[in-house]
C-alpha cells in the first residue's frame, strides 16, 4: 500500500496531466466502481479497466472473476505498466490478465467487453480528446455492456471558480460532452464522500453498439 502510495505521488508530480489524481482510490469508491461487476452472470465475461494505475480498483475486480474470465488492463504510463507487472507476477490463481501498454485509443480488442471501468481523468484533457474517448469507449461494447467510470464531485463547477477564461471554456465543453453522452447512454450516479477527494460514480448501460444519437 505504501508503494502504491509513493508511485502514485511521483506521477502526481511528474505526470499530472494523465495521473489526475493525488493518491489512489479508495476502497469505498472502488466497491461502488465495480459493483455492476458483482452481479454479473455466471457465464464468463470479458472485463476491461482503463487507467488502472497502481491498481486501486483492479484488485478489486480480481474478487469478482474466475478463472474462465478475461481481464485487460489499459495503462498509458510506463511506470504505473512495471508497478502492476510486479504486483500481478506476484499474485497466484488469476484470471486471465493481459495489459495493454498503450493509450487506450489505440486499444483493438478482438471482441467487444461485458464491463467497462475507468479511471481516466477526462477533465484534464482538451475536449476533442475526450471525445474521441468516450466514442471509442462505445466501439469496444457491445448491447448491455456496462460502463462506470468517475470523476471528482462537482470538480468542473469548482475548477471553473478560479480557472482562466481558456480554461472555463475547456471545462464547459467537456460538461456538454458528458451531459450529452448520458442522455444517450443514461447513468446512475452516487456520491461517494469516502474517498479524497469526494468522488461520483457513473454508471452507463449501452444499449446498443455503435453512439449515434437516437432521432
Ligand atoms: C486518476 S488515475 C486513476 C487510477 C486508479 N484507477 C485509481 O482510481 O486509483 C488515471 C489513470 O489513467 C491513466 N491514463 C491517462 N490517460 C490514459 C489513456 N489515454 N489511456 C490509458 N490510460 C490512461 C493514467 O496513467 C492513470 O494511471
Known amino acids: 500500500m505504501l508503494k502504491d502510495l509513493r508511485a502514485f505521488l511521483r506521477e502526481f508530480r511528474e505526470n499530472y496531466h494523465t495521473t489526475g489524481a493525488v493518491v489512489p482510490s479508495s476502497r469505498y469508491l472502488a466497491n461502488e466502481i465495480t459493483s455492476r461487476l458483482a452481479e454479473r452472470p455466471s457465464t464468463p465475461v470479458r ?50 490478465v493481459r495489459i495493454f501498454a498503450k493509450s487506450i485509443l489505440d486499444v483493438e480488442p478482438e471482441e467487444p467487453y461485458d464491463y467497462i471501468i475507468s479511471g481516466l481523468p477526462l477533465n484534464n484533457f482538451e475536449p476533442d480528446l475526450v471525445g474521441a474517448i468516450l466514442e471509442h469507449i462505445v466501439s469496444l461494447s457491445r448491447p448491455g455492456t456496462e460502463f462506470s467510470d468517475f470523476e471528482y464531485w462537482s470538480i468542473r463547477r469548482l475548477k471553473a471558480g478560479i480557472s482562466s477564461r481558456r480554461e472555463r471554456e475547456r471545462l464547459r465543453a467537456i460538461e456538454q460532452l458528458v451531459t450529452d453522452f448520458t442522455r444517450r447512454h443514461g447513468n446512475q450516479r452516487s456520491v461517494i464522500w469516502r474517498n479524497f477527494p469526494p468522488a461520483s460514480a457513473l454508471h452507463f448501460r449501452f444499449e446498443r453498439a455503435d453512439s449515434s444519437p437516437e432521432e
Open 47 to 96: 472485463v476491461l479497466e482503463i487507467g488502472p494505475a497502481t491498481g486501486a480498483f483492479t484488485r478489486k475486480i480480481l474478487t469478482h472473476l474466475g478463472p474462465e474470465d478475461t481481464l485487460d488492463l489499459c495503462e498509458i504510463n510506463p511506470k504505473f505498466v512495471a508497478h502492476l507487472e510486479r504486483w500481478l507476477g506476484s499474485l497466484s490463481g488469476t484470471p486471465q
